[in-house]
């Protein structure tokens, strides 16, 4: 299979409309227009019967002493762990295209509503349902797409990898809540192919 992007290409960084922050010389950063990107696939195998799309972060420092503070950076050799920014799940297999800005268009305070997506689709909740839970003006659930808002002080330029699932099931079949947890358990062992897309992204002034 093949991934395809008009808004970005692969490896080279995603552009600040894309993105939930852009970087900021007065407070560091400030909210963007947050648009899902456009996407296109190709060369699924016979027998899909839906697809799946996932985009995550696997750059996202695993502690947060540093995080966002003044005069300090987050360091390089920092072990990371993994932030799941969309979840779009039961894309028809006669489907081999999204939109930029279909799914996603502003950052929404308490999330965007969901599971419900455009076309009969479902999305999962993504981290920032987490990162935002004890931010009484933030906290909700954060459904669909949220772009790249890595530190702004983090001395590692952030991936963000798009992927499609070709699926062999016409409605994946998740166990629990719409979770990044739970829907990447209910995708295992239906995947017949899949290709990715990655984007980078800083809002590190040092970087830029």
């Not at 950076?73 to 072990?79: W, Y």
């Not at 308490?110 to 909740?125: D, N, Q, W, Y």
């Not at 499609?164 to 995947?191: E, Q, R």
Request: proline share 8%.
């Amino acid at each position: 299979m093949q991934l395809h992007s008009r808004s970005f290409q692969d490896g080279e960084r995603i552009p600040g409309r894309l993105a939930f922050c852009v970087p900021d010389a007065g407070s560091h950063v400030a909210l963007s227009d947050n648009l899902n990107p456009h996407l296109t696939w190709s060369g699924a195998p016979a027998g899909t019967r839906s697809f799946a799309l996932i985009c995550h972060d696997p750059d996202v420092p695993s502690r947060g002493d540093d995080v966002n503070q003044e005069e300090r950076e987050v360091p390089a050799d920092l072990p990371r762990v993994e932030f799941y920014h969309w979840l779009l799940l039961d894309i028809p297999a006669g489907q081999d295209e999204i939109a930029e800005g279909g799914h996603s268009a502003g950052v929404s305070a308490r999330g965007k509503s969901g599971p419900g997506a455009p076309g009969g689709l479902r999305h999962g909740v993504n981290d920032y349902t987490g990162w935002f839970a004890g931010d009484a003006a933030m906290a909700g659930d954060y459904y669909g797409y949220d772009g790249p808002c890595p530190p702004w002080n983090d001395s590692l330029e952030h991936r963000y990898v798009f992927t499609v699932y070709a699926l062999d099931v016409a409605s994946l079949p998740v166990v629990g809540a719409l979770t990044p947890a739970n829907i990447m358990a209910a995708i295992d062992g239906h995947v017949l192919a899949s290709a990715s897309l990655t984007g980078r992204y800083t809002l590190n002034p040092r970087l830029l």
